[in-house]
């Protein structure tokens, strides 16, 4: 066996990490204030990847500027999806309806989007696709992977200092923290479940933009990053938002590794016993908590 790889895989497995922080922080965000795990988060990515495609392929428009329309197109959906979907069924007092209800909005959006845009694999053609950095002997970074991660670096860090420093990042974590308290001080709960939701979408159209240029996708492509999110939260530890970071950069790495030795098939398995490994020595995660920490 090679071990002169290992650098290379650990070095691509954090990039690609970054990138499945940013796609998990959306479902961290929405299970930590609002108590619902949104199964249908992948797909608003999917819809951010064929959104962001359009764009380019219409305008001729640099792909990684496409987040100009993709942050709030996606961010009003998820408004929109709340408001009218989520929101009242929330309200009934029914913990597992907006579970059902997610799983619903799944399949809806996958089968809209192969009835208006056919199944096919799509996938852009771009300047950045074969762009590398060589940053060591042994090390060669793909450019959109590492653009990627950077992007991602700057929205968390971003996403950091709003929680942590405006009124509304505050108001989140209080939600979050202390649901039943929070009306005692003033906080309109629901609109600041609005505000959860267009910031996961938000989020989702984000990873989009910065996943379009390297990677292909199809309508059914929602369900691999809504289980890589899953695998994400479930490792750093549900409702914890630097759990998520923690447990996406561990998944990439382990993942990347594996890759380079291993069928892709085997390679998923083995994430998967990682993941049930850390499970049966800590069920709650590697960082339990029941509110989204910043």
């Given at each position: 066996m090679d071990f002169s790889l290992i650098p290379q895989g650990i070095v691509s497995g954090l990039l690609l990490g970054c990138i499945y922080a940013l796609v998990a922080t959306g479902l961290t965000m929405i299970f930590g204030v609002m108590r619902v795990l949104n199964l249908a988060h992948g797909e608003f990515v999917m819809l951010g990847?064929?959104?962001?495609?359009g764009i380019v392929v219409a305008t001729g428009m640099d792909p990684y500027l496409s987040w100009v329309v993709t942050i709030p197109a996606l961010?009003?959906?998820?408004?929109?999806?709340?408001?009218?979907?989520v929101g009242p069924v929330l309200r009934r007092g029914d913990e597992n309806s907006p579970i059902v209800l997610t799983v619903g909005l799944l399949l809806v959006l996958q089968n809209l989007v192969v009835f208006f845009l056919t199944g096919n694999v799509r996938g852009l053609s771009s300047a950045y696709q074969f762009m590398s950095i060589k940053l060591a002997p042994i090390v060669i970074v793909s450019v959109p992977l590492l653009i990627g991660a950077i992007g991602s670096v700057v929205a968390t860090v971003l996403l950091f200092?709003?929680?942590?420093?405006?009124?509304?990042?505050?108001?989140?974590?209080?939600?979050?923290?202390?649901?039943?308290?929070?009306p005692l001080v003033g906080i309109n709960v629901q609109h600041v479940f609005i505000v959860a939701f267009s910031i996961s979408s938000g989020c989702a159209g984000l990873a989009a933009t910065l996943l379009v240029p390297a990677y292909p996708f199809s309508p059914i492509t929602g369900g691999q990053y809504?289980?890589?999110?899953?695998?994400?939260?479930?490792?750093?530890?549900?409702?914890?938002?630097?759990?998520?970071?923690?447990?996406?950069l561990i998944l990439g790495v382990t993942q990347s590794v594996a890759v380079l030795y291993l069928s892709d098939g085997v390679a998923s398995s083995v994430v998967l016993c990682m993941v049930i490994a850390v499970l049966l020595l800590r069920p709650q995660g590697l960082f339990s908590t029941g509110a989204v920490r910043a």
């Open positions: 990847m064929y959104l962001a495609y961010g009003l959906l998820g408004a929109a999806v709340y408001a009218g979907l200092l709003f929680l942590r420093r405006t009124e509304m990042g505050l108001a989140l974590r209080a939600v979050a923290a202390r649901p039943g308290s929070a809504t289980l890589t999110a899953l695998l994400v939260v479930i490792l750093g530890g549900l409702g914890n938002y630097a759990g998520a970071l923690v447990g996406a």
